[in-house]
T-cell receptor, first 118, second 112 residues
Framework: GAVVSQHPSWVICKSGTSVKIECRSL??????MFWYRQFPKQSLMLMAT?????????EQGVEKDKFLINHASLTLSTLTVTSAHPEDSSFYIC??????????????FGPGTRLTVT | AQSVTQLDSQVPVFEEAPVELRCNYS??????LFWYVQYPNQGLQLLLK??????LVKGINGFEAEFNKSQTSFHLRKPSVHISDTAEYFC??????????FGAGTRLTVKP
C-alpha cells in the first residue's frame, strides 16, 4: 500500500516551454503533498508544500510564478515548470502524506521525474 | 525548525564488512526519524523509521538504527553489507505536522 506515482518519469523540453509533472497517490488519500528537487549528487530540497484545495506554500527562494503547483484532489498534485530554462534541469520528486492517520507523519515518495531543458 | 547532519559524505567498505552511517539531528520538539535509500535515477525507498517506543529499530534489507535522544543521533547500521547495498542513503527528520528535512546524504560504496 501507500504507492505514489509520477508522470512522466523523464522529459526533455526546449528552453522557454512549460512542462507539467503529475504526482498521484494510488491507493490512499493525501491531504498534503510535497515537491522536492534534487541536483546531481545532492540532497532533496523542499520546494513547496501543497494542501488539497488551497494554495501551495513555497519555500524561501522558490519562485511561485515559475513553479506552479495545483493540488486539485486528494490524490493528485501537479507541478508546472513555466518558461523552463536549462538551469531548471533537475530531478523532481513528490511525496504524499497519509490523511488523518494520527499515527505517523511518514511521507511516501514518488519515483521522480528527470527534467532536461535544452 | 529541525535539521539533520549526516557526518560522512562517502563511506567505502568491503563486501561482508559491517557499516555504520551516522546521523545527528537538531530539534526543540519531539521528532520522527527516518532513513531512506536512493538508487540512481530512482525515488526514495524507506529503510526504517523511528516514531516512538523501542529505540532500536529494524528495517528492510537487514538494516537497523538506534535512536539516542541524549546524543540526538540516529545512526544506521548493517552487520554485513552486500554489493547491492551500494547507494545513497538519506537521514530525515520530521516533527508532528511539519515537513521533512533531509541530511546531505551518504554515498555507501561496497567493494568486492
Amino acid at each position: 500500500g501507500a504507492v505514489v506515482s509520477q508522470h512522466p518519469s523523464w522529459v526533455i523540453c526546449k528552453s522557454g516551454t512549460s512542462v507539467k509533472i503529475e504526482c498521484r497517490s494510488l491507493d490512499f488519500q493525501a491531504t498534503t503533498m510535497f515537491w522536492y528537487r534534487q541536483f546531481p549528487k545532492q540532497s532533496l530540497m523542499l520546494m513547496a508544500t501543497s494542501n488539497e484545495g488551497s494554495k501551495a506554500t513555497y519555500e524561501q527562494g522558490v519562485e511561485k510564478d515559475k513553479f506552479l503547483i495545483n493540488h486539485a484532489s486528494l490524490t493528485l498534485s501537479t507541478l508546472t515548470v513555466t518558461s523552463a530554462h536549462p538551469e531548471d534541469s533537475s530531478f523532481y520528486i513528490c511525496s504524499a502524506r497519509l490523511q488523518g492517520t494520527g499515527v505517523s507523519y511518514e511521507q511516501y515518495f514518488g519515483p521522480g521525474t528527470r527534467l532536461t531543458v535544452t | 525548525a529541525q535539521s539533520v547532519t549526516q557526518l560522512d559524505s562517502q563511506v567505502p567498505v568491503f563486501e561482508e564488512a559491517p557499516v555504520e552511517l551516522r546521523c545527528n539531528y537538531s530539534s526543540s520538539v519531539s521528532v520522527y526519524l527516518f532513513w531512506y535509500v536512493q538508487y540512481p535515477n530512482q525515488g526514495l525507498q524507506l529503510l526504517l523509521k523511528y516514531l516512538s517506543g523501542s529505540t532500536l529499530v529494524k528495517g528492510i534489507n537487514g538494516f537497523e538504527a538506534e535512536f539516542n535522544k541524549s546524543q540526538t543521533s540516529f545512526h544506521l547500521r548493517k552487520p554485513s553489507v552486500h554489493i547491492s547495498d551500494t547507494a545513497e542513503y538519506f537521514c530525515a527528520v520530521s516533527a508532528r505536522n511539519n515537513d521533512m528535512r533531509f541530511g546531505a546524504g551518504t554515498r555507501l560504496t561496497v567493494k568486492p
